[in-house]
């Protein structure tokens, strides 16, 4: 069965400084890959997402994610954190199916 | 606006009282996705619609749980006999059906509390 985990609770970065989110999967067949970000009070928004191709993966925001298929990894970076990017971020993957699959989600803290 | 709408946006209910929330997804969207999500943790995933027909439906979906998308638009998720541990957010979210990788695109969800 497909899954996704997110090792880390909490993401503690200082504002200009590069971050990064880990989450390594678990699937059988090609792994479509997404990251989803929820602000407070609001909805689940669409970050990025890897289907095929390029390893990196640019998204909204200046976030971007690499794909490390011999690691099964799919960690979300951004070289220069802003306080703005403080929220919850989920990593996801589709399962054989349609529907999606989330991590625990990682809580990211951008101190000023 | 064009993303998807749910409605209410907060609904507090006594245990035992049934309750109905509805979604609209983006307009060309043909398959629409029900999640829940407790405190803390990641939306799971409850059932999905492709047009009118539902496709599948999660374990987490008791008896008292049920879903209907009559004309592919709109669609409703109905829980009855309303327990405590119903209370959560439930996010609605639409897609495209295309070649497996189509993003899906989340509603403000409905807050439930059950008293």
């Known amino acids: 069965a497909q899954s996704v985990a997110q090792p880390e609770d909490q993401v503690n970065v200082a504002e200009g400084n590069p971050l990064t989110v880990k989450c390594t999967y678990s699937v059988s067949g090609n792994p479509y890959l997404f990251w989803y970000v929820q602000y407070p009070n609001r909805g689940l928004q669409f970050l990025l997402k890897?289907?095929?191709?390029?390893?990196l993966v640019k998204g909204s925001y200046g976030f971007e994610a690499e794909f490390n298929k011999s690691q099964t990894s799919f960690h979300l970076k951004k070289p220069s954190a802003l306080v703005s990017d403080s929220a919850l971020y989920f990593c996801?993957?589709?399962?054989?199916?349609?529907?999606?699959?989330f991590g625990s989600g990682t809580r990211l803290s951008i101190r000023p | 606006d064009t993303g998807v709408s749910q409605n209410p946006r907060h609904k507090i209910t006594k245990r035992g009282q049934n309750v109905t929330f509805r979604c609209d997804p983006i307009?060309?969207?043909?398959?629409l996705y029900w999640y829940r999500q407790t405190l803390g943790q990641g939306p799971e995933f409850l059932t999905y619609f492709q047009n009118e027909a539902q496709l599948e439906k999660s374990r987490l979906l008791s008896d008292r749980f049920s879903a209907e998308r009559p004309k592919g638009s709109f669609s409703t998720l109905e829980i009855q006999r309303t327990e405590q541990g119903d209370s959560a957010m439930y996010l609605c979210?639409?897609?495209?059906?295309?070649?497996?990788?189509?993003?899906?695109?989340f509603g403000p969800g409905t807050r439930l509390t059950v008293t």
């Open positions: 890897y289907i095929t191709g390029d390893n």
């Open positions: 979210a639409s897609s495209l059906k295309g070649t497996g990788g189509a993003e899906q695109y």
């Open positions: 307009s060309e969207h043909n398959r």
């Open positions: 996801a993957v589709r399962d054989t199916s349609a529907k999606i699959i």
